[in-house]
């Protein structure tokens, strides 16, 4: 039985992790043969990989061929830029280190663009919660709480502001409230209203491709 990450086994519920076990696995072990244990990995999202797994893997990586990238330009990290370029329909993608980083990144290219310091974010958004008001103390914005904090931001959340909004921070899944997500109708009916206001979203690449409806279709392009 594989590992669960914290996220999935949140997502899941209790009961259906207890019940279903293997078919919530998150990721597949370093060459799809690494032996997986019976534990729920409560320390992070990623994939639980001893330190003899994670040598296995880069041994791999090492002796594939694979071009090596230089400070992020070129080799793996170029590919993957592209692939999420093209899957979200955009001109070029950039890889950022931590998701934070990409947040605060994305709110400060739209509030300049828009000549706006003011930008909408869900009441527990991690800029507030967890990054200390980040975006006050370095960026001097102001971030909108918009919806309600026990469930996911929806077009008539989007609707009830009055103030205008540089953009708006959309984070999948909600983790402060049980990883939430809203569903595929939700999220295409709030893209619509931002786009009638000229605001652009602003989601986690990781977050909109767990959630797409079919392979390969994705729903805030």
Partial sequence: MNSITRRAFVQAGVAATLASGASLAGAERAQGQIAA???????????PLSAAEYAQLLARLTTS?????????????????????????????????????????????????????????????HLANHEEEAHVALLRLHGVPVGDRLRPI????????????????VELPLRESGAQLPTWDELEA????????????????????????????????
Wanted: hydrophobic share 40%; proline share 8%; charged share 20%.
């Fill in 37 to 47: 244990s019976p534990q729920i990995d409560f320390t992070g999202d990623g994939i």
């Fill in 65 to 125: 061929g694979t071009e090596l990238d230089e400070y992020s330009r070129g080799g793996p990290v170029a590919a993957l830029e592209h692939q999420f370029a093209t899957l979200l329909g955009k001109e070029a993608a950039v890889f950022m280190p931590s998701g934070i980083m990409a947040q605060l990144a994305a709110v400060r290219v739209w509030t300049e663009r828009a000549r706006l310091p003011r930008f909408g974010m869900h009441p527990t958004s």
């Fill in 154 to 169: 929806v077009a008539a959340d989007l609707e009830s502001v009055r103030q205008d909004l540089a953009c708006l921070i």
């Fill in 190 to 221: 709030l893209k619509t209203v931002a786009r009638e206001r000229g605001m652009p979203l602003a989601p986690p690449a990781a977050g909109v491709v767990r959630h797409r409806r079919q392979p390969g279709e994705l729903p805030l392009r």
